[in-house]
């Protein structure tokens, strides 16, 4: 949710990093992991050519 959040531009990185109570670096961090990780998600659901 808070990748979908920062997407939207609903929360910024400041208000997440204090809602989440970690640095810039691990937010940035975690959001870099999360849409990395979704992205594998994506190539799993494509049929075979």
């Known amino acids: 949710m808070a990748l979908e959040a920062w997407r939207r531009d609903l929360l910024s990185e400041g208000q997440l990093t204090k809602?989440?109570?970690i640095d810039?670096?691990?937010?940035r961090t975690l959001l870099y992991d999360l849409q990395h990780d979704e992205g594998e998600?994506?190539?799993?659901l494509k049929l075979p050519r």
């Open 19 to 21: 809602l989440l109570k």
């Open 41 to 44: 998600d994506d190539e799993l």
């Open 24 to 27: 810039r670096i691990a937010l």
